[in-house]
């Protein structure tokens, strides 16, 4: 009786049934789960509900999105349509690259690195890895308009946490001149504005104060220095610039990223800062909105730049089924496609093809735009200097150097996030007869320059171009039993594939770095220059002279390392590693290209120097 009692009461013997209604109701939560996300995808591109609807208009009286701003202010938003702020959360490389951190990290980096490029996503408390075809619109935003101008507190370098001031169309807004003009507008009744809430009308802010930060560096720096909890400088723009001659000559970071020239400080427009209902304010100080940088995007054209007729013609999910590169929408295509050619529901319509056609062709112009002026502020970040040829001896081989400077006083060059930024040298030899006999700066079947990323030089597939010269800053990282390693991302994950980030333990002011990893910075400070040496050994001059050297800098995004290193979390509009990684490559510039005679005359290189060992 006692064992009988004994059992009946043992917590073991009912475990199995604990067991059996935990794996029950684990399975009818992933069963409701999964029918939930069907019916969310079936749903995509229908109609709105009521409730979402409802709770669209709620988020929009809260954070209102770019789109409501473009109604009195359509160059500016322009502009910013195809800014690397209206790109920063739209990026599919980002949306990876933070989802493998989080990975990696298991979830303690938290929104550290999100914060910054959807602001509004995190102040609506959306999770910190999602689709963005699945976040609300003005989160897809990015840096939106009223990511600046609904800050009214001097945060400091505090790497993007702010808040928002929240509010409708009818709030104060935040900028650099105060109320004058807009009171002026208001009171004169010529422009015919609405300032009451429920009222039919053309609605306006009823207020515009004067924020002294918005014009200065530091406002700029409540972002562009990242520093990680554990003391990791990630990213040390605004300090570079803190340290700098344009600093110290009272330039400004926006005399150089909103002026008439990307780049340059080359002053400023005059122009209305708003078109309300046709009529143009009056003409003052004009800042360009378009803050071009080194990123471009990589993503379906009917989805970046935003564009509100494309937001109202189709979903994220509808543009992408749109297939622009087969020529939708042209007179070619259309009148000579096959009478069975299947098109999805979304495009049947011969009509709406044809207008997605126009929207296209309006970004497509506006990304040449942005293209163009991405040239020009690299190519103002960079400059080749002095070439020299040191020897040029058919049995000593060819010895030549190259000088790279920095052409802005602003900061270094690469800056921001330079780990990730790639800047080489292309440097081709060829002989008297156009054969190339050298090559350093040439691309992996990756699109990779040929250094330890390289997956085919790990590999031992390639060797490695020992001259190569490079200004990606490189993250290393401490291993267990000492000693260092390069590594892409800049967490500690080789020794420790499963790390959490915390605060140091130690004093990183005193040690001068965080313990786990470091950066090895090897872009070039304001002012200076590097030098990159170049040989070609005797063996290699094989043909007649005289030998001439194709020098050229090229600027690229991310390096494609990267893109294998956060593939296994996947690519947002369901794009493939191979798919990003393509138009990365795509994307590399050259931005300066010369040509550098190596001498040798037009003599035959003698044979026996050919034998010669390097």
């Known amino acids: 009786m006692r064992s009988h009692q004994s059992s009946q009461h043992s917590p073991l013997r009912s475990l199995p049934c604990l067991l059996l209604l935990a794996f029950v109701v684990l399975t009818a939560a992933a069963v409701f789960q999964a029918f939930a996300q069907e019916e969310a995808e079936a749903g995509a591109g229908q109609p709105a509900s009521a409730d979402e609807e409802h709770e669209a208009l709620f988020l929009e009286n809260r954070f209102p999105s770019a789109t409501t701003c473009a109604t009195c202010h359509p160059d500016h938003y322009r502009e910013w349509s195809v800014s690397p702020h209206a790109y920063s959360q739209m990026s599919p490389v980002f ?45 897809r935003e990015g840096v939106t308009c009223i990511v600046c101008h609904r800050v009214n507190r001097p945060y400091g370098k505090l790497s993007g946490r702010l808040a928002i001031v929240e509010g ?59 520093n990680l909890v554990n003391g990791f400088r990630l990213e040390e723009a605004f300090s570079e610039f803190k340290n700098s001659p344009s600093a110290d000559q009272g330039t400004s970071c926006q005399d150089c990223h909103m002026g008439k020239e990307p780049g340059v400080d080359g002053g400023y427009q005059e122009a209305p800062v708003a078109m309300v209902g046709g009529k143009p304010t009056t003409p003052r100080k004009r800042t360009n909105h378009m803050f071009i940088g080194p990123d471009h995007s990589v993503v379906h054209p009917g989805i970046f730049p935003h564009n509100t007729k494309a937001s109202e013609l189709a979903t994220i999910r509808e543009w992408l089924t749109f297939d622009w590169q087969a020529g939708w929408g042209t007179d070619e295509f259309e009148m000579h496609r096959p009478e069975d050619y299947q098109f999805p529901e979304r495009w049947q319509a011969i009509d709406d093809r044809y207008d997605a056609r126009d929207i296209l062709e309006d970004n497509f112009a506006l990304l040449e735009e942005a293209n163009r002026d991405r040239r020009k502020i690299l190519q103002a970040g960079y400059r080749f200097g002095d070439m020299e040829v040191v020897r040029a001896d058919p049995r000593g081989g060819i010895v030549f150097r190259v000088e790279v400077q920095n052409a802005t006083p602003g900061h270094g060059v690469p ?42 030089v790990h590999n031992g597939e390639l060797p490695r171009d020992k001259q190569l010269f490079s200004l990606q800053s490189r993250f290393v990282v401490r291993m267990v039993r000492g000693g260092e390693r390069e590594q892409v991302i800049a967490l500690n994950y080789s020794p420790d594939p499963l790390p959490f980030l915390r605060p140091s333990t130690t004093s990183t002011i005193l040690t001068g770095r965080p313990g786990g990893a470091r950066k090895h910075k090897q872009n070039i400070a304001p002012g200076d220059s590097v030098w990159g040496k170049y040989k070609i050994r005797p063996d290699q001059l094989t043909g007649r002279g005289p030998y001439k050297a194709r020098i050229q800098l090229i600027a690229g995004m991310v390096p494609v390392n990267l893109i294998n290193e956060i593939k296994d979390i996947g690519f947002d509009y369901f794009m493939s590693a191979r798919d990003v990684a393509e138009r990365v490559v795509d994307g590399h510039l050259v931005l300066w290209e010369t040509d550098l005679d190596l001498g040798l005359g037009d003599r035959a290189v003698p044979d026996r120097v050919a034998s010669v060992s390097p």
């Open 168 to 226: 409708d169309i009818f709030e104060t807004v935040y900028g650099s001149k105060g109320n004058d003009e807009l009171g002026r507008v208001i009171d004169s009744g010529e422009y015919r504005v609405n300032t009451e809430r429920g009222r039919a009308g053309r609605a306006i802010h009823t207020r515009a104060e004067k924020f002294f930060q918005l014009t200065t560096s530091g406002f700029c720096g409540t972002c562009h220095d990242v």
């Open 95 to 139: 949306n990876a690259f933070h989802g493998t951190v989080l990975k990696i990290t298991n979830g303690t980096n938290g929104d550290f690195c999100i914060r910054c490029h959807t602001p509004v996503g995190m102040n609506l408390g959306e999770p910190e890895f999602m689709s963005n075809m699945d976040r609300h619109a003005t989160s």
């Open 415 to 456: 800056t921001g996030f330079d780990a990730e930024r790639l800047v080489f040298v292309r440097v081709t030899v060829i002989d008297g007869d156009g054969t190339e006999i050298f090559k350093s700066g040439d691309l992996d079947p990756n699109g990779d320059v040929r250094d330890l990323h390289s997956l085919y």
